[in-house]
C-alpha cells in the first residue's frame, strides 16, 4: 500500500501522511469513516471506512504505539495528532473532489515560488493551475541539477578534446598523403611521412579515448574521469620534471614548461572533481537523474 496518503477535512486537503498515521487517526477518532482519503493509484477520493485494513488494523494497534509525527505542530481547531496542513502542492497530484468544494492547487493564478522565477519572463500562456512540484522537490531537483553539471563538465571536456584531436588527425593525414604523393622520384615512405603517420596514429588512439570517456562519463561511470585524471596529472608531473632538469636554466624553459602545465593541471581538477560528483549524483533521487538526463544533460 502507498507510503503518502492525503484526507479532507472541512473542505481542506491534509497530507502527505504515512498510513500508520491515517490509521492512528482512525483509531483515535480524527478520522471518520466518511472523511475522504486519496492515495497514489486511487482514480478518486474514497471513504476513509471502505479501504480495506484502515479502521480494523487501526483498533487492533494500540494507539501508544504510534507516535505523532514530528512535524505536527500543536493546533487549536483540530486533534493534536493531526499533520500539518500543506500549503504547496505536493509531488504528485491528488483529483479535485466531486462536489461543489473543489479543493485546488492555487486560485489566482500563478504560486508564488514561480511567480518570483518567473519576473520579466514574458507570461505563460499554458495552464498555470496545474503545479506538481512543492518546494522541496524543486529544492531536490535544482541540487541534482548542480551536481549533474560537476559530472558533465569533465564529459564536455573529453568531448571538446575529441574534437580538437579529430581535426589534427585529418590534418596531420591529408599533409602527409599529400607529401607521400608529391614526394621526388617517387619516394612514397621518407622518414618524415613516417613521422606524420605515427603521429597520426598517435592521436588517433587519443580520439578513442576521449570518445569513450566522454560517453562513460555522461553515464556516470567513475573509471572515466579518474582515467583522465591519472593522465593529466602524469602530464604535469613531466612537465614538472622537466623543469627540474632543465640544464641551461634559462628564464624562456622556464616559463614555457610552467605554461605547458597550466592545461593539463586544470584538465585534471576539472576531471577529479567529476570523480568526487559521480556519487552523489547517483544518490540524487531516481525522478531528478531521470528528468535531467532525458533533458540531454
Same mark, same amino acid.
Request: charged share 10%.
Given at each position: 500500500?502507498?507510503?503518502?496518503w492525503?484526507?479532507?477535512?472541512?473542505?481542506?486537503?491534509?497530507?502527505?501522511?504515512?498510513? #500508520?498515521q491515517?490509521?492512528?487517526?482512525?483509531?483515535?477518532?480524527a478520522?471518520?469513516?466518511?472523511?475522504?482519503?486519496w492515495?497514489?493509484?486511487m482514480?478518486?477520493?474514497?471513504?476513509?471506512?471502505d479501504?480495506?485494513g484502515?479502521?480494523?488494523a487501526?483498533?487492533?494497534?494500540?494507539?501508544?504505539a504510534?507516535?505523532?509525527?514530528a512535524?505536527?505542530?500543536a493546533m $487549536?481547531?483540530a486533534?493534536?495528532?493531526s499533520? $500539518?496542513?500543506?500549503t504547496?502542492?505536493?509531488?504528485?497530484?491528488?483529483?479535485?473532489l466531486a462536489?461543489?468544494?473543489?479543493?485546488s492547487y492555487?486560485?489566482?493564478?500563478?504560486?508564488?515560488?514561480a511567480?518570483?522565477?518567473?519576473?520579466?519572463h514574458?507570461?505563460?500562456?499554458g #495552464?498555470?493551475g496545474?503545479?506538481?512540484l512543492?518546494?522541496v522537490?524543486?529544492a531536490?531537483f535544482?541540487?541534482?541539477?548542480k551536481?549533474?553539471?560537476?559530472?558533465?563538465?569533465?564529459?564536455?571536456?573529453?568531448?571538446?578534446?575529441?574534437?580538437l584531436?579529430?581535426?589534427?588527425v585529418?590534418?596531420?593525414?591529408?599533409v602527409?598523403?599529400?607529401?607521400? *604523393?608529391?614526394g621526388?622520384?617517387?619516394?612514397?615512405?621518407?622518414?618524415?611521412?613516417?613521422?606524420?603517420?605515427?603521429?597520426?596514429g598517435?592521436l588517433g588512439?587519443?580520439c578513442? *579515448?576521449?570518445?569513450? $570517456?566522454?560517453?562513460?562519463?555522461?553515464?556516470?561511470h567513475?573509471?572515466?574521469? *579518474?582515467t583522465?585524471?591519472? *593522465?593529466?596529472?602524469?602530464?604535469?608531473?613531466?612537465?614538472?620534471?622537466?623543469?627540474?632538469m632543465a640544464?641551461?636554466g634559462?628564464?624562456e624553459?622556464i616559463?614555457g614548461?610552467?605554461?605547458?602545465m597550466?592545461?593539463?593541471?586544470?584538465?585534471a581538477v576539472?576531471s577529479?572533481?567529476?570523480f568526487a560528483a559521480?556519487?552523489?549524483w547517483?544518490?540524487?533521487?531516481a525522478?531528478c537523474?531521470?528528468l535531467?538526463?532525458?533533458?540531454?544533460?
Amino acid at each position: 500500500m502507498a507510503s503518502s496518503w492525503f484526507y479532507m477535512r472541512d473542505n481542506k486537503r491534509i497530507g502527505p501522511v504515512a498510513i #500508520d498515521q491515517l490509521r492512528h487517526l482512525a483509531a483515535t477518532g480524527a478520522l471518520a469513516r466518511e472523511d475522504t482519503v486519496w492515495t497514489v493509484g486511487m482514480n478518486q477520493w474514497t471513504p476513509a471506512g471502505d479501504v480495506p485494513g484502515m479502521f480494523q488494523a487501526a483498533a487492533a494497534a494500540p494507539v501508544h504505539a504510534v507516535q505523532s509525527p514530528a512535524y505536527a505542530p500543536a493546533m $487549536t481547531s483540530a486533534p493534536a495528532a493531526s499533520p $500539518t496542513v500543506h500549503t504547496t502542492a505536493p509531488a504528485f497530484a491528488p483529483p479535485p473532489l466531486a462536489s461543489p468544494a473543489t479543493v485546488s492547487y492555487y486560485d489566482g493564478g500563478l504560486p508564488p515560488r514561480a511567480a518570483s522565477t518567473l519576473r520579466g519572463h514574458a507570461p505563460p500562456t499554458g #495552464d498555470t493551475g496545474d503545479w506538481p512540484l512543492d518546494d522541496v522537490r524543486v529544492a531536490q531537483f535544482a541540487d541534482a541539477f548542480k551536481i549533474r553539471k560537476k559530472v558533465t563538465s569533465a564529459a564536455q571536456l573529453y568531448r571538446g578534446l575529441l574534437l580538437l584531436s579529430t581535426i589534427a588527425v585529418v590534418i596531420i593525414l591529408v599533409v602527409a598523403v599529400i607529401a607521400t *604523393l608529391t614526394g621526388g622520384g617517387g619516394r612514397g615512405g621518407s622518414w618524415a611521412d613516417a613521422v606524420m603517420f605515427g603521429m597520426a596514429g598517435f592521436l588517433g588512439a587519443f580520439c578513442a *579515448l576521449y570518445y569513450f $570517456t566522454w560517453r562513460a562519463t555522461m553515464r556516470s561511470h567513475r573509471w572515466a574521469p *579518474l582515467t583522465m585524471f591519472i *593522465l593529466f596529472a602524469l602530464a604535469v608531473a613531466m612537465n614538472l620534471f622537466s623543469i627540474a632538469m632543465a640544464t641551461s636554466g634559462r628564464p624562456e624553459e622556464i616559463i614555457g614548461g610552467i605554461i605547458g602545465m597550466i592545461l593539463p593541471a586544470i584538465f585534471a581538477v576539472v576531471s577529479w572533481i567529476s570523480f568526487a560528483a559521480i556519487p552523489r549524483w547517483r544518490a540524487q533521487p531516481a525522478w531528478c537523474q531521470e528528468l535531467i538526463v532525458r533533458s540531454g544533460h
